[in-house]
């Protein structure tokens, strides 16, 4: 299995704050990955990336950036935190090969006042 | 509509049970399909993937019905630590994972 890391697991901030998430993984996979978690919504993506030079968009990507700063790192960022952003926020990583199943961090706790 | 939907459960079965959770999903050019279980406040975990030809993990059964753009899961002779949200995934051509909202099995003694 991918060892993703995310950093940090539980923050609180304030309206306004600009929040950055990290995360790694050990194993080299190309494809990473932000999506976040709302009760009764599921898991909704933010942002992926297939390669260093390669960023997409997903369905919830306004009022979020992210950087691939090398093919083991991919951070996400909010630039000015507001009060909906409370969620919890999960990096994955694709092997791209066979089933091509997802394997997740343990995901970022994250409160906006 | 959403592309993944789910039962909305939550399912409370016994100890012992049989229960059966249905999935069906909208963008027919889907290619991977998943069965993912998550536990109160931790990540996802792949339970499964689901082949056309249905397969079987122990007391996990997945089918996939690509006519009807159906996936099921069965699980006998449920157990308390199977009590969680299972997550219906589905992968299309673009490698983009689009998740169902999930639906909460608890398994009672």
């Known amino acids: 299995d991918a060892d993703v890391t995310q950093t940090p697991r539980n923050r609180i901030t304030k309206t306004g704050k600009r929040i950055m998430l990290e995360c790694s993984q050990t194993?080299?996979?190309?494809?990473m990955y932000w999506y976040r978690q709302d009760p009764g919504l599921g898991l909704r993506l933010i942002y992926y990336?297939?390669?260093?030079?390669?960023?997409n968009k997903g369905e919830i990507s306004d009022g979020y950036s992210v950087s691939r700063q090398a093919q083991a790192k991919f951070s996400l960022s909010l630039e000015s935190a507001i009060p909906n952003q409370t969620a919890l926020y999960f990096c994955a990583v694709n092997t791209g090969t066979g089933a091509g199943e997802l394997f997740f961090g343990e995901g970022s706790r994250l409160t906006v006042l | 509509r959403k592309e993944v939907e789910q039962d909305p459960g939550p399912f409370n079965v016994p100890e012992g049970a049989t229960v059966a959770f249905n999935c069906t999903y909208s963008n027919s050019a889907s290619q991977s399909f998943f069965w993912y279980r998550q536990d109160c406040r931790k990540e996802p975990k792949l339970l499964m993937s689901v082949y056309s030809s249905g397969n079987e993990d122990g007391r996990f059964t997945a089918q996939l019905n690509r006519a009807s753009q159906y996936i099921s899961l069965l699980i006998r002779d449920s157990k308390l630590s199977d009590s969680a949200t299972y997550l219906c995934?589905?992968?299309?051509?673009?490698?983009?994972?689009?998740f169902g909202p999930g639906t909460r099995l608890s398994v009672l003694p």
């Open positions: 990336s297939f390669d260093v030079k390669d960023i």
């Open positions: 995934v589905v992968k299309d051509y673009g490698q983009n994972f689009v």
């Open positions: 194993k080299g996979h190309d494809r």
